[in-house]
């Protein structure tokens, strides 16, 4: 038996334990696990340093290194984000339907966990802590395989919440890390289909499309985010341009960040400048049409065909000018990813055709793309971002991990 398949082995015994524990139990370990994080604060900085200091050598962009480094801040924010979560409502054992059958049968459905999940994913280490928490609060096992650029971090996230959970009195092995950051260890994760229920990776685009073509065990695939703020002609221009500057700008190098700008043809000469002032300010990439260069002169490079497919995680922003709704939402529909969209206006019926016609997990009016996220939507955290249809879409939440069963009561039935 290799390494990992102890690993899952061990989950999947963790699992059958944690699938019965009490709302009390899976809280009391959360808010032991909030507790520890803070404690180890001076440790997990630490390891996140080492990492840094080696991304940084190796030549990592700044909009990556951004997402790799933590502070007290962050941490703080993580140990927030478990307590939020242990007061969520419990997902499991929810009654969704009870009704009795013509021949007396009492039929019910309740949700249960997923049981061992498998989460692959890249650069960010505060996914090891919220993808571990929603798992507990949600009765399943999980195994992180994370990124080797944080691979020190993770490592210290991880050692830290066993710890918590041992001394809650729940097995340890309800949250593990793989060891082996070689994509062999991946590669093994994909076929372990004794132990594993669900694999969701968590990435870039070659992480997520490696996932998606060699995996045995079933994938929920989450979000490569070639996220659309569309300008429409009546929108408020002064908000419109707040609004791209964040959604690009705030985080550039997480999913729900713009990567992409379209602005209607009447109003393109006076909003491409203001948009412009405010992008300036980080020195943003401007990728542009003929006409956004003929607006905004020389500073804007021509925009080739795959920068409107492109997921940029950078500075660097597409920008087109459009001849109204209806090219705005084809170009959407063709070149985005079914992450994020928005459109800014104050014409309603724009903006309920923008609503209706837009294929993606998540829609905004007068709103920036980066509010997609499992925290602000209500959902205390998130252990992913779906855009596919199947099971979920849109940010994972509790709801999200798990399944249901049906639930029967009889008195002596037999079938005729």
Same mark, same amino acid.
């Given at each position: 038996?290799?390494?990992?398949?102890?690993? &899952?082995?061990?989950?999947?015994?963790?699992?059958?334990?944690?699938?019965?524990?009490?709302?009390?139990?899976? !809280?009391?370990?959360?808010?032991? /696990?909030?507790?520890?994080?803070?404690?180890?604060? @001076?440790?997990?900085?630490?390891?996140?340093?080492?990492?840094? #200091?080696?991304?940084?050598?190796?030549?990592?962009?700044?909009?990556?290194?951004?997402?790799?480094?933590?502070?007290?801040?962050?941490?703080?924010?993580?140990? %927030?984000?478990?307590?939020?979560?242990?007061?969520?409502?419990?997902?499991?054992?929810?009654?969704?339907?009870?009704?009795?059958? +013509?021949?007396?049968?009492?039929?019910?459905?309740?949700?249960?966990?997923? =049981? /061992?999940?498998?989460?692959?994913?890249?650069?960010?280490?505060?996914?090891?802590?919220?993808?571990?928490?929603?798992?507990?609060?949600?009765?399943?096992?999980?195994? *992180?395989?994370?990124?080797?650029?944080?691979?020190?971090?993770?490592?210290?996230?991880? %050692?830290?919440?066993?710890?918590?959970?041992?001394?809650?009195? *729940?097995?340890? #092995?309800?949250?593990?890390?793989?060891?082996?950051?070689?994509?062999?260890?991946?590669?093994?994760?994909?076929?372990?289909?004794?132990?594993?229920?669900?694999?969701?990776?968590?990435?870039?685009?070659?992480?997520? @499309?490696? /996932?998606?073509?060699?995996?045995?065990?079933?994938?929920?695939?989450?979000?490569?985010?070639?996220?659309?703020?569309?300008?429409?002609?009546?929108?408020?221009?002064?908000?419109?341009?707040?609004?791209?500057?964040?959604?690009?700008?705030?985080? +550039?190098?997480?999913?729900?960040?713009?990567?992409?700008?379209?602005?209607?043809?009447?109003?393109?000469?006076?909003?491409?400048?203001?948009?412009?002032? *405010?992008?300036?300010?980080?020195?943003?990439?401007?990728? &542009?049409?003929?006409?956004?260069?003929?607006?905004?002169? !020389?500073?804007?490079?021509?925009?080739?065909?795959?920068?409107?497919?492109?997921?940029?995680? @950078?500075?660097?922003?597409?920008? %087109?000018?459009?001849?109204?709704?209806?090219?705005?939402?084809?170009?959407?529909?063709?070149?985005?990813?079914?992450?994020?969209?928005?459109?800014?206006?104050?014409?309603?019926?724009?903006?309920?055709?923008?609503?209706?016609?837009?294929?993606?997990?998540? /829609?905004?009016?007068?709103?920036?793309?980066?509010?997609?996220?499992? =925290?602000?939507?209500?959902? =205390?955290?998130?252990?992913?971002?779906?855009?596919?249809?199947?099971?979920?879409?849109? +940010?994972?939440?509790?709801?999200?991990?798990?399944?249901? %069963?049906?639930?029967?009561?009889?008195n002596g039935q037999v079938r005729p």
């Amino acid at each position: 038996m290799t390494a990992i398949e102890a690993q &899952g082995a061990a989950a999947k015994a963790a699992a059958g334990i944690l699938m019965n524990c009490a709302s009390g139990v899976k !809280n009391d370990a959360l808010l032991k /696990v909030a507790d520890a994080l803070e404690a180890g604060t @001076d440790a997990i900085l630490e390891a996140n340093e080492a990492d840094m #200091d080696a991304a940084r050598e190796s030549g990592m962009q700044p909009a990556l290194l951004d997402r790799l480094a933590l502070d007290e801040g962050r941490i703080a924010g993580v140990a %927030k984000g478990v307590r939020d979560v242990a007061a969520l409502a419990d997902p499991i054992g929810q009654i969704t339907r009870m009704e009795t059958r +013509p021949n007396g049968l009492v039929v019910g459905r309740t949700t249960v966990p997923l =049981g /061992v999940i498998a989460m692959i994913y890249e650069a960010r280490p505060n996914v090891t802590v919220d993808a571990a928490v929603l798992c507990l609060k949600s009765g399943n096992a999980v195994i *992180l395989r994370g990124g080797k650029e944080a691979f020190r971090s993770n490592n210290a996230f991880t %050692k830290i919440m066993r710890a918590a959970l041992r001394e809650s009195g *729940l097995p340890e #092995d309800c949250v593990s890390l793989v060891q082996d950051t070689a994509r062999s260890g991946v590669d093994e994760l994909l076929s372990l289909t004794e132990y594993i229920d669900i694999l969701i990776p968590r990435g870039g685009a070659g992480l997520i @499309d490696h /996932v998606v073509k060699n995996a045995r065990v079933p994938v929920i695939e989450t979000g490569i985010g070639n996220c659309h703020i569309y300008v429409e002609a009546s929108a408020d221009q002064d908000m419109a341009a707040q609004i791209t500057y964040n959604a690009k700008c705030r985080r +550039p190098s997480v999913c729900n960040a713009a990567e992409a700008l379209l602005v209607d043809r009447r109003i393109a000469e006076s909003f491409l400048p203001k948009a412009k002032k *405010l992008l300036d300010s980080k020195n943003v990439e401007i990728r &542009g049409c003929a006409e956004t260069a003929a607006i905004l002169g !020389n500073c804007v490079k021509p925009a080739a065909e795959e920068d409107y497919y492109a997921e940029f995680l @950078d500075y660097i922003i597409a920008v %087109k000018v459009v001849g109204g709704l209806s090219e705005a939402i084809e170009h959407i529909n063709k070149y985005g990813t079914g992450h994020s969209e928005a459109i800014v206006t104050n014409d309603y019926d724009a903006s309920r055709r923008f609503l209706n016609e837009i294929d993606a997990a998540a /829609v905004y009016v007068n709103a920036s793309t980066a509010f997609t996220d499992g =925290g602000e939507f209500g959902l =205390g955290a998130e252990i992913g971002i779906s855009t596919q249809k199947m099971h979920a879409r849109g +940010p994972m939440g509790l709801a999200e991990l798990t399944s249901s %069963k049906f639930i029967i009561y009889g008195n002596g039935q037999v079938r005729p």
